[in-house]
């Protein structure tokens, strides 16, 4: 009889233990030459620029010694409140589940997931980083006319649709089937169909396998979100 095959282990299972989830946001920068998103490790993935020499370079100071300093560059476009959405997604997920959390004497299917905020999170931090994609990918826009159009057209689905028709003659699924990532669409469609019966009255439409799909697909969905970004906003050659 064949061994059974260990199931592949989660991302989150993967990250040292010292490693928050924010860390999603670890080993990016800007790309000096195309503005895109790049790893620091290896070529630029957008413009081929050069792999960056992190090795210690050496220093002497006033008085001739000699001492090595770690080579640094900048952070990426992940700002303060994507550290702040992944901390409290992470949070949420790692903190017990209580009896009074499942909402004893009320029928299973009619009760949402313990951990529903979850999915709020992380479609609140989903939304901010559209936001972001727009404005950096229409920077060349007089900003006040960026700013009204951005204030027209404010509902999430206008935006990945119309807004994205108007600017960039695609939608964000097109995007995301462009850039090789067409599989996560389908899943953000689910989210924000089920956040809006969330919202609509229909608690019970955040279940567990949502929660359970949200958390699976955090980095998988991260990455994609920065190839759309490089294709829009990066200069490209």
Sequence with gaps: MNAPVPSPSL????LPKDKSWSGLWSGYTI?????????????????GDAPYDMKPQLMRDDQGR????SSAVPGAEGRYEDWMYLGMIEREWKRPVLDSDRFPGLSPDKVPSPRASI????????????????????NEVPSRLLDDTLRRYSAIGARLNDLFRI??????????????????W????KIQERRNLFAHGQPHAIDDALVQAVVEN???????????????AARHP
């Excluded at 790309?31 to 413009?47: K, L």
């Excluded at 600017?167 to 996560?184: I, M, R």
Aim: aromatic share 14%.
């Design 11 to 14: 991302w989150y299972e993967q």
């Design 119 to 138: 999915v709020l999170l992380f479609w609140s931090y989903f939304e901010t980083r559209i936001e972001r994609l727009l404005r950096a990918g229409l």
């Design 167 to 184: 600017a960039f003659n695609s939608t964000y699924k097109g995007d995301l089937e462009e850039v090789g990532h067409g599989d996560v």
């Design 186 to 189: 389908p899943q953000l469609a």
């Design 218 to 232: 955090l980095k998988v969905e991260h990455e994609a979100w920065i190839a759309v970004f490089n294709k829009r």
């Design 31 to 47: 790309c000096g030459r195309c503005h895109g998103i790049r790893a620091i490790s290896g070529p630029c993935g957008v413009c």
């Design 66 to 69: 000699e001492f090595l300093v």
